[in-house]
């Protein structure tokens, strides 16, 4: 019994230190460096398990202990990375820490492991006279095969960055990223090509509960969640590592030449169009002042940008914007922006080299201006003080839409343009400095509220210019609507030059107008107030103006038969308010043009060049 219990005691003192012997790392390779001149990566140490060490067979698991990563501007520093699932044979696994011409972008390519997890990493950049740190607590890389990461989480991260008005901080609370190459990313530090096409990064990705606070103190701001999805980027003209070491030179000096204030223009819109993505939203913004100086409060419930797809365009929009200060406050619906493009100032950048920016002529400038797509801004509401010195005179504007449209660019100017304004309202005081206010009071109206449209695109088929629609429209007061068209119109009136685009405005020509003129309430206020300040009646001050009407005109305009047509659809307007509408065309084929006009001896002669029709609806 004693022998027995003495060789089971035996085994179990052998199985403890057969399991302890399991759990100890003994060190396969210490101190280790390699890198050139912009990457240098120091290992203190890589141990792996002794099970896998005894049998030499390959490093199941494997820790990396004192990692420190210098790659351009930026130093990584981990005391601890701990590698789990991997199938490294030996032999593959000192050669992947081991000093050697592989670049860090083919060492990351040989990695295939089950999990990776970083206890705690920290990030340092230099940006200028400041410094950006960020820490990472508890990382961990899932499924990652030939350097490419299935899943990414990283409970916490806080960043602070300092500078000469103090730190700004950042905290943010789960990091998830999914599908993350790393290998293509250390390339785009690596490589250098504006020419190369983008390439995706990685794909889904969220954070949660983002929290800052500017230098200074004086502003804080919470995200509750930022998810998106397929970030792309390309490499720029002097790689990744280049341009932030050019921002970083340029940046700490107090004046620069304009050589280099050039190249830093260049630097910037090559950064700029080096990224893109599928998709990123973030949602329940809030910001405050400190309650000092600073007592505004505003949020924002979402900010979303979607990439272009297909047909498609890109697609940047804000929602639910509320902007409060002390005496005042902004509501707005929501903006967009649709169909913006910055690759007309990219090529143009391009194009221009190393051309110094004072010696810019009016084709490069025009070549560098970008393409606006369509901005839509729906929902203000702006109250505000009337008056600085009169706080409690308040004004209130609401609009509930203003568009504007302005693409399909010929040498930077736009050949398709459309301005909207609806529902534009505002009160108006009566003790109003303004004299048109004064007079809209005096008229009646309270507010008004009213809407304003312009839309007018080239036909380069054609060279015609269509006038599509301008209007201006009041409610309770009426409309006027015009559209047209002008024929001859060819390219030059987009030229640079000024001489080629003035002798091409010149030599363009109207061949159509339309107006249409609708009252709804406008005309009636007005009689029955010139009436009551000259003491008679409005349907007495009706008649008078619709009988003096043609005379006035034809004494203006001639008696010609065109006058008379004119004069007789306004008299009738006049007597019986509701729609006025004017047709004109010239009765030369070619067009009514300027030279028409400056060539005329008298102005009364311009109105036979013309074929117009009247009526009063």
């Given at each position: 019994m004693m022998s027995f219990l003495h060789r089971s005691g035996v085994?179990?003192?052998?199985?403890?230190?057969?399991?302890?012997?399991?759990q100890f790392e003994p060190t396969v390779l210490r101190d280790l460096a390699f890198g050139n001149g912009t990457q240098h990566v120091a290992i203190g140490a890589v141990k792996t398990a002794l099970w896998s060490a005894a049998f030499a067979q390959s490093s199941d698991s494997f820790a990396l202990e004192n990692v420190r990563f210098t790659w351009g501007t930026f130093t990584y520093e981990a005391k601890r990375i701990e590698f789990t699932g991997a199938s490294v044979p030996r032999q593959e696994l000192e050669s992947l820490f081991s000093a050697g011409s592989a670049s860090l972008a083919d060492r990351l390519a040989r990695i295939d492991t089950k999990r990776v997890i970083i206890p705690e990493l920290k990030v340092t950049q230099k940006l200028g006279k400041g410094t950006q740190t960020i820490l990472y607590r508890n990382a961990t890389l899932f499924d990652i095969v030939r350097g490419k990461v299935g899943s990414t989480v990283v409970e916490t991260t806080a960043m602070e960055e300092t500078g000469e008005k103090g730190p700004t901080l950042v905290s943010y609370g789960r990091t998830i990223v999914s599908e993350l190459d790393l290998p293509t990313v250390v390339t785009l530090f690596e490589t250098k090509d504006a020419s190369a096409p983008l390439s995706r990064i990685h794909g889904a990705f969220s954070i949660e509960k983002i929290d800052m606070t500017d230098a200074g103190g004086n502003y804080s701001a919470q995200i509750a969640r930022i998810n998106g999805r397929d970030l792309m980027a390309r490499p720029t003209k002097d790689s990744w590592n280049g341009t932030l070491a050019l921002i970083k030179e340029l940046s700490g000096k107090e004046k620069t030449s304009p050589e280099e204030e050039t190249r830093i223009l260049l630097t910037a819109a090559d950064l700029l169009g080096a990224f893109d993505a599928g998709a990123v939203e973030a949602t329940g913004i809030t910001f405050k002042g400190d309650g000092k100086e600073n007592k505004g409060t505003g949020s924002i419930a979402r900010a979303a940008y979607t990439g272009t797809t297909g047909s498609q365009p890109a697609e940047a929009r804000v929602e639910g914007i509320e902007f409060k200060g002390t005496d005042a406050s902004l509501k707005i619906g929501s903006i967009s922006l649709t169909g913006f493009s910055v690759t007309p100032t990219l090529n143009g950048l391009k194009a221009l080299g190393d051309k110094p920016l004072k010696e810019l002529d009016s084709a490069d400038v025009r070549s560098l201006i970008p393409t606006l797509g369509t901005l839509r801004i729906t929902d203000m509401d702006i109250d505000a003080p009337a008056e600085e010195d009169k706080p409690t005179e308040r004004v209130r504007v609401t609009m509930g839409l203003m568009e504007v449209t302005a693409d399909k660019p010929v040498n930077g100017i736009p050949t398709n343009i459309r301005f909207e304004q609806r529902n534009v309202s505002t009160s108006l005081p009566a003790n109003s400095d303004d004299e048109l206010a004064?007079?809209?009071?005096?008229?009646?109206?309270?507010?008004?509220?009213?809407?304003?449209?312009?839309?007018?695109?080239?036909?380069?088929?054609?060279?015609?210019?269509?006038?599509?629609?301008?209007?201006?429209?009041?409610k309770e007061m009426g409309s006027v609507r015009l559209t047209g068209l002008i024929g001859n119109v060819s390219p030059d009136l987009f030229s640079p030059d000024e001489a080629t685009a003035s002798a091409a405005l010149i030599g363009a020509k109207a061949k159509s107008a339309n107006v249409v003129v609708e009252n709804r309430g406008l005309v009636e206020r007005y009689l029955a107030k010139v009436a009551k300040e000259e003491g008679t009646t409005p349907e007495a001050l009706q008649k008078m103006y619709s009988g003096a009407t043609p005379l006035v005109l034809s004494s203006m305009v001639g008696n010609s038969e065109q006058s008379r047509t004119l004069g007789q659809a306004i008299s009738r307007f006049i007597e019986k308010p509701g729609k006025l509408i004017i047709e004109a065309q010239p009765k030369n084929p070619s067009g009514f043009g300027v030279m028409d006009v400056m060539l005329a001896s008298d102005p009364k002669l311009l109105l036979e060049k013309l074929k117009i029709t009247a009526k009063a609806e």
């Open positions: 085994c179990a003192l052998a199985l403890m230190a057969g399991t302890a012997a399991m004064r007079e809209l009071h005096e008229l009646g109206y309270k507010s008004i509220d009213g809407s304003f449209v312009m839309a007018a695109t080239w036909n380069e088929a054609a060279n015609e210019i269509a006038i599509k629609e301008f209007s201006m429209d009041g």
